[in-house]
């Protein structure tokens, strides 16, 4: 037995890229074992009985060592599932009775291979089952394991594990990066394929963020740690890859409701063959085939599929809903800020009133906002590519009204309307501001050169995306958010959205939520911070643009590690592929053990054969669910090109 121990613990090498606990380890250990006892029983009783066939009865203990060996546990987990109800452990409960009738009958060699067949077979079932667990192995890989330190000594390699908030690291090309931070020096480009689905590779400068799992490609840069290595988003990204490999299924309550009748149904078809053939090896085999491993992988195959084909789009799904309920959303519920639109502002349109050309107008402005670091001036300041503008002003910031910038004599104004008018200035008509976003006046040397507008822009993608989910049957789409009416129907009109609710708390729009899943399925989609309560409260919540923020994974049901807004429309029709093969599944799995059954009721297959012959439905399942991950191919194909966005210049 020491040698037996010592091949299955042989045989477990291989297993331990897989992270087995050593729960699992021991489980299979046991298995290998038992299983390598039970044979040697069998080809010692064979030979036993070749030498001695006038001692048939020490042949027989012989075997019935090997049935004890390799029967024991199995009937041992047969009335534990046959006393708690628990349909997982069918097949145990039919290979039990059969080893039992096989042995009763005289045929101690099928008793023993009967179970050993199974055994070998589902062993390697659960090798192939590894896959999922040595792809998750290999994604945690990406997060690099050390990490070059800059300290006052110099630089120095270290655990990335032992990095503190605030700690510099070098990060070399070619390098994966070991923490989320914060670049400080250098440009580079860095793949982020891992965590977004995005293929071409984002660039990187001073204060642009960096994330654990990604990959520095060409420059060297100088990055501050944000999050230490426990809590970086590749991480919590790996943990919800975890997670999702124990996601259940409730649709799938019908193959629990079958297989409570599968059972008595299988036992009766076996006592029908013995008695209307007369061989109990036909009982037997019915037995045999019946054994339900295809039952087992009707929604965790497809599942299974479904989670591959939407991580490599920077999708993780982390609730069954993604089945049980998105396939029957028919309201859909947006954000606007970071999820409609881009959550950047830009200059829209610009109008002159005293100013003689664009370019005097910007350089104008410049001037005051070149010293402030406000949304609205670091958006100009970005639209200044080709113009100069001079420096060296003072600058003070009036709190919810401009900015003053004093150089000399010479005076610059950069506010709101009703903060230039408060001072004495006449503005041209109000109708000018018609964006969806807020205007600053110009006035320079007490003089009035005009307006600059300024909107948060809507993602290009969003009115097709609208179209294509009212044409997949999602009739109604709503615009939540705390903005303006201006600006929410503004972005209403652009995405053609049906409806929009303006100046909402979080608290307020949970109460929307709440009276709209009054006449619908809800499908909620927010940035995760100030719509948490909303992604939670609807019947699905889709967290846009989760990659860094523990609110989004934590509110809502699905993640999208990117803000492409092509991605709600694709994972509808994932879950709905998903869902229809899962009905698929059912129907073969099914069929297939009801056509096994009658072949060995008439006898056309005998219960060795039928030990392999009944992994028949599972295999046909497996290759049924890959079809998940041809059709979401195909969706991704379909999807239209993203063109660049055209923003409108008035002038």
């Given at each position: 037995m020491e040698n037996l121990t010592h091949t299955a613990d042989h045989v477990l090498e291989d297993f331990h890229s897989a992270d087995l606990s050593q729960g699992e380890k021991?489980?299979?250990?046991?298995?290998?074992?038992?299983?390598?006892?039970?044979?040697?029983?069998?080809?010692?009783?064979?030979?036993?009985?070749?030498?001695?066939?006038?001692?048939?009865?020490?042949?027989?203990?012989?075997?019935?060592?090997?049935?004890?060996?390799?029967?024991?546990?199995?009937?041992?987990?047969?009335?534990?599932?046959?006393?708690?109800?628990?349909?997982?452990?069918?097949?145990?409960?039919?290979?039990?009775i059969a080893v039992l009738a096989c042995y009763i009958t005289g045929q101690h060699e099928l008793a023993i291979l009967i179970p050993v067949i199974l055994s070998v077979v589902h062993f390697l079932e659960e090798r192939s089952i590894m896959g999922g667990r040595d792809a998750i192995e290999g994604l945690k890989k990406m997060q690099a394991s050390t990490a070059?330190?800059?300290?006052?000594?110099?630089?120095?390699?270290?655990?990335?594990?032992?990095?503190?908030?605030?700690?510099?690291?070098?990060?070399?090309?070619?390098?994966?990066?070991?923490?989320?931070?914060t670049v400080i020096w250098g440009k580079s480009n860095i793949d982020q394929?891992?965590?977004?689905?995005?293929?071409?590779?984002?660039?990187?400068?001073?204060?642009?963020?960096?994330?654990?799992?990604?990959?520095?490609?060409?420059?060297?840069?100088?990055?501050?740690?944000?999050?230490?290595?426990?809590?970086?988003?590749?991480?919590?990204?790996?943990?919800?890859?975890?997670?999702?490999?124990?996601?259940?299924?409730?649709?799938?309550?019908?193959?629990?409701?079958?297989?409570?009748?599968?059972?008595?149904?299988?036992?009766?078809?076996?006592?029908?063959?013995?008695?209307?053939?007369?061989?109990?090896?036909?009982?037997?085999?019915?037995?045999?085939?019946?054994?339900?491993?295809?039952h087992m992988l009707v929604s965790s195959a497809p599942m299974i599929a479904a989670l591959a084909a939407a991580t490599k789009r920077g999708i993780l799904i982390k609730s069954s809903k993604f089945v049980e309920q998105l396939t029957q959303v028919s309201t859909i519920i947006f954000d606007k800020t970071g999820t409609i639109t881009r959550g950047e502002l830009s200059v829209n349109g610009w109008y002159l009133q005293g100013a003689k050309s664009r370019e005097e107008l910007f350089a104008a402005g410049a001037c005051a906002a070149s010293g402030s670091m406000h949304p609205i001036s670091r958006s100009l300041m970005r639209e200044m590519e080709g113009i100069s503008c001079e420096s060296g002003y003072e600058v003070r910031e009036q709190p919810g009204k401009g900015i003053t910038a004093v150089k000399g004599t010479d005076e610059v104004l950069f506010g709101s309307r009703s903060w230039i008018e408060s001072l004495g200035y006449h503005l041209d008509e109000t109708e000018l501001e018609r964006g969806g976003g807020p205007a600053n006046w110009v006035v320079r040397g007490g003089m009035v050169l005009g307006c600059l507008m300024f909107d948060d822009s809507?993602?290009?993608?969003?009115?097709?995306?609208?179209?294509?989910?009212?044409?997949?049957?999602?009739?109604?789409?709503?615009?939540?958010?705390g903005d303006r009416e201006r600006a929410a129907r503004h972005i209403q009109l652009q995405a053609g959205m049906d409806e929009a609710y303006f100046q909402l708390l979080p608290e307020e729009k949970l109460e929307r939520v709440k009276l709209l899943r009054q006449d619908a399925q809800v499908l909620a989609v927010g940035d995760g911070i100030n719509d948490a309560l909303a992604l939670a409260e609807a019947d699905v919540g889709i967290a846009m643009g989760a990659m860094g923020s523990?609110?989004?994974?934590?509110?809502?049901?699905?993640?999208?590690?990117?803000?492409?807004?092509?991605?709600?429309?694709?994972?509808?029709?994932?879950?709905?592929?998903?869902?229809?093969?899962?009905?698929?599944?059912?129907?073969?799995?099914?069929?297939?053990?009801?056509?096994?059954?009658?072949?060995?009721?008439?006898?056309?297959?005998?219960?060795?054969?039928?030990?392999?012959?009944?992994?028949?439905?599972?295999?046909?399942?497996?290759?049924?669910?890959?079809?998940?991950?041809?059709?979401?191919?195909?969706?991704?194909?379909?999807?239209?090109?993203?063109?660049?966005?055209?923003?409108d210049e008035k002038e």
């Open positions: 021991r489980k299979i250990s046991r298995e290998i074992s038992t299983a390598l006892a039970a044979m040697t029983c069998l080809v010692t009783g064979l030979i036993y009985k070749l030498v001695f066939p006038q001692q048939a009865v020490v042949a027989g203990l012989i075997y019935s060592v090997g049935v004890l060996i390799e029967g024991v546990p199995l009937l041992v987990t047969a009335i534990q599932g046959f006393l708690q109800q628990d349909v997982v452990n069918a097949m145990e409960i039919l290979v039990s070059l330190l800059e300290t006052e000594e110099g630089e120095k390699t270290v655990d990335a594990a032992s990095l503190k908030r605030g700690d510099v690291v070098i990060v070399h090309p070619g390098v994966f990066l070991p923490v989320d931070g394929k891992s965590l977004t689905g995005e293929p071409l590779p984002a660039s990187v400068s001073v204060g642009d963020p960096v994330y654990a799992g990604t990959t520095n490609l060409d420059g060297v840069i100088r990055v501050r740690v944000e999050k230490e290595y426990q809590d970086t988003s590749f991480n919590k990204i790996v943990k919800l890859l975890e997670d999702a490999q124990k996601i259940s299924i409730p649709e799938m309550r019908i193959v629990d409701q079958f297989m409570h009748y599968y059972i008595p149904f299988a036992l009766s078809v076996a006592a029908l063959a013995a008695l209307l053939t007369r061989e109990v090896g036909n009982a037997i085999a019915v037995l045999v085939v019946s054994c339900p491993c295809g809507i993602r290009p993608e969003a009115e097709d995306v609208i179209r294509r989910l009212r044409d997949m049957g999602v009739s109604r789409s709503v615009l939540l958010t523990d609110v989004a994974i934590q509110s809502a049901d699905i993640a999208l590690m990117n803000n492409d807004l092509e991605n709600i429309p694709f994972v509808i029709s994932l879950a709905r592929s998903t869902k229809s093969i899962m009905y698929q599944n059912i129907a073969i799995a099914f069929a297939v053990s009801l056509f096994m059954m009658l072949l060995a009721a008439v006898g056309l297959i005998p219960a060795l054969a039928g030990a392999f012959l009944h992994n028949i439905g599972a295999f046909i399942i497996l290759i049924n669910s890959s079809r998940i991950l041809r059709q979401a191919g195909r969706l991704t194909r379909e999807q239209p090109e993203k063109g660049p966005a055209v923003a």
